[in-house]
Nanobody
Framework: QVQLVESGGGLVQAGASLRLSCAAS????????MGWYRQAPGKQRDLVAH???????NYADSVKGRFTISRDIAKNTGYLQMNSLKPEDTAVYYC?????????????????????WGQGTQVTVSS
């Protein structure tokens, strides 16, 4: 059973920084891609940043130059460094990952691809 657990959210003032972490656990063969999304009250969930298995990144225009996505492959952990935070960054931030896991099917072990979400972490930026 693969799980994603986010941490690092909190309440900060405008201009501050936060680093979110997303730790994946379970029988993981590989993390193929990882992304961070956010959802503000009454709004849809939007992509903030994404990194592929080869390290290619892309960002929402609203966070370019302020946020950086990264991953530690050995630790199965992804990060979102958020600098120069603004009140409009206030949202619940969710980690998403495309993961290949090892599953048992009878006497055999096979690989299974899945899309996983964390539970979310609240980021609140005061003005």
């Amino acid at each position: 059973q693969v799980q994603l657990v986010e941490s690092g959210g909190g309440l900060v003032q405008a201009g501050a920084s936060l680093r979110l972490s997303c730790a994946a656990s379970g029988s993981i063969f590989s993390i193929n891609a990882m992304g961070w999304y956010r959802q503000a009250p009454g709004k849809q969930r939007d992509l903030v940043a994404h990194v592929t298995s080869d390290g290619t990144t892309n960002y929402a225009d609203s966070v370019k130059g302020r946020f950086t996505i990264s991953r530690d492959i050995a630790k199965n952990t992804g990060y979102l460094q958020m600098n120069s935070l603004k009140p409009e960054d206030t949202a619940v931030y969710y980690c998403n990952a495309d993961i290949t896991s090892i599953v048992s099917r009878g006497v055999e072990l096979t690989r299974d691809d899945g899309d996983y979400w964390g539970q979310g972490t609240q980021v609140t930026v005061s003005s």
